[in-house]
C-alpha cells in the first residue's frame, strides 16, 4: 500500500503562490503516473494535474498556465507550484497514484490528509 502525506498549504491573497508537496511512501517502483487534486466543500475530488513522467504533464483548463506539476522519483516527492492563485482556487489539495480509464484518470489509493489552500484577501 502506498502513503501519501501533503504539506504546504496556507492562507494566501488573490496573486500569489504556494508551492505543495505530496510525500510518497511504501512498496513501489515509481511514484509515476501520479496527479494533485482538489477538494472544494461540498464537492467532489477534481484532478488539476498528472505528470505521467518527468516531461509528460497534463492540466486542467482551470488551472493551465498558472500551475505547474513535477516530481523526483528518487526522493518519491511530487510538487505543485501554483501561481497567479485565484478565489476559486480554494480548496483541500491532495495527490494520489492515478491510472488511465477511457480518456480520463482515476485515483488508486486511499487519500490522505489533504492540505488546505485558502486564496483570500
Known amino acids: 500500500q502506498v502513503q501519501l502525506v501533503e504539506s504546504g498549504g496556507g492562507l494566501v491573497q488573490p496573486g500569489g503562490s504556494l508551492r505543495l508537496s505530496c510525500a510518497a511512501s511504501?512498496?513501489?517502483?515509481?511514484?509515476?503516473?501520479m496527479g494533485w487534486y482538489r477538494q472544494a466543500p461540498g464537492k467532489q475530488h477534481d484532478l488539476v494535474a498528472v505528470?505521467?513522467?518527468?516531461?509528460?504533464?497534463e492540466y486542467a483548463d482551470s488551472v493551465r498556465g498558472r500551475f505547474i506539476i513535477s516530481g523526483d522519483n528518487a526522493k518519491k516527492m511530487v510538487y505543485l507550484q501554483m501561481d497567479r492563485l485565484k478565489p476559486e482556487d480554494t480548496a483541500v489539495y491532495y495527490c494520489?497514484?492515478?491510472?488511465?480509464?477511457?480518456?480520463?484518470?482515476?485515483?488508486?489509493?486511499?487519500w490522505g490528509q489533504g492540505t488546505q489552500v485558502t486564496v483570500s484577501s
Open positions: 494520489n497514484r492515478v491510472y488511465r480509464i477511457g480518456f480520463g484518470w482515476s485515483a488508486s489509493e486511499p
Open positions: 511504501g512498496s513501489f517502483i515509481s511514484i509515476y503516473p
Open positions: 505528470i505521467m513522467s518527468e516531461g509528460s504533464l
